[in-house]
């Protein structure tokens, strides 16, 4: 695993994305790209992808304004033509022409606005507890947290909070908790510690005063989905969910049993879930 970066163009000039590359594009697998949830980064995957690199190449970016990635001067320029452009900056340094996603919660998003579009880059898509629609009310929950993170004297008090925050995701060893506190920590030029994210990027969904729908965008998605539910997740109701394996692609559904939002993807069976399913024919 190797973290490279690239230049990305926004509305007041340039900015720099992170990503971390695994294993190698001399395969006939298409490379993978694995995009994580809002205030999240690419390392959340490194157990996902140790396993699938193995006779592939994944690139696993951090969102502009999230882990390694520069932040952006001005808020509203954190939206999905925003991110959209930056995949588009990732395929071309990477010279990839087509390739399958692993998306979670707003990754999944992102995976299916593109796999909507003509001609898309997507040959499989993974979508990680998140559907077409979503509403205010899930929205305004996830905001709650997300606009005032919070500030640390140490590092080590990082990981408690994340256990708490973050008890939905369904994480048991040890470890994985232990690596997303140590990918997930920003030291402050005043030698405290907050969260490695930009809080500007909540400034989009407190803005929102409706559900969110696409439901036309998600109908015209072509490729195969394999769709991951959180069985306790408040983002992806089960009528949403089982919606999607009746329309448009007709996902694959798989729901986890003890999990909410989102399935942290660091399970061994929800790993052979994906890797299945991105090699079938």
């Known amino acids: 695993m190797i973290t490279h970066y690239f230049q990305s163009r926004h509305s007041q000039g340039s900015h720099r994305v992170a990503y971390t590359e695994w294993g190698t594009a001399k395969t006939l697998q298409p490379s993978i790209i694995c995009v994580h949830g809002l205030t999240r980064n690419g390392r959340d995957f490194d157990r996902l992808a140790n396993v699938l690199a193995k006779d592939t190449a994944l690139y696993c970016p951090d969102i502009v304004g999230r882990g390694q990635s520069d932040w952006l001067p001005q808020s509203s320029d954190y939206n999905y033509s925003q991110y959209i452009q930056d995949i588009a900056a990732l395929l071309f340094t990477t010279q990839q022409k087509e390739v399958d996603w692993v998306g979670t919660s707003m990754g999944g998003i992102l995976g299916m606005l593109l796999a909507a579009l003509p001609e898309s880059p997507i040959r499989r898509l993974v979508v990680n507890d998140v559907g077409p629609f979503i509403s205010l009310s899930a929205l305004q929950h996830i905001l709650s947290y997300v606009a005032h993170p919070p500030d640390f004297a140490t590092r080590e008090e990082i990981e408690p909070y994340l256990r708490q925050t973050y008890a939905s995701f369904g994480i048991t060893r040890e470890q994985d908790w232990q690596h997303m506190a140590l990918h997930s920590a920003r030291q402050k030029d005043d030698g405290r510690w907050t969260l490695a994210y930009d809080p500007t990027i909540a400034d989009g969904l407190s803005a929102l005063k409706e559900d969110v729908n696409?439901?036309?965008?998600?109908?015209?998605?072509?490729?195969?989905?394999?769709?991951?539910?959180?069985?306790?997740?408040?983002?992806?109701?089960?009528?949403?969910?089982?919606?999607?394996?009746?329309?448009?692609?007709?996902?694959?559904?798989?729901?986890?049993?003890?999990?909410?939002?989102?399935?942290?993807?660091?399970?061994?069976?929800?790993?052979?879930?994906?890797?299945?399913?991105?090699?079938?024919?």
């Open 214 to 281: 696409f439901w036309e965008s998600y109908d015209k998605i072509r490729c195969p989905i394999l769709l991951l539910r959180g069985q306790n997740s408040d983002l992806l109701p089960s009528d949403v969910a089982h919606a999607m394996t009746r329309r448009g692609p007709r996902a694959k559904l798989i729901e986890i049993p003890g999990v909410g939002h989102a399935p942290a993807l660091m399970d061994e069976q929800q790993i052979g879930w994906i890797k299945d399913f991105l090699r079938s024919s």
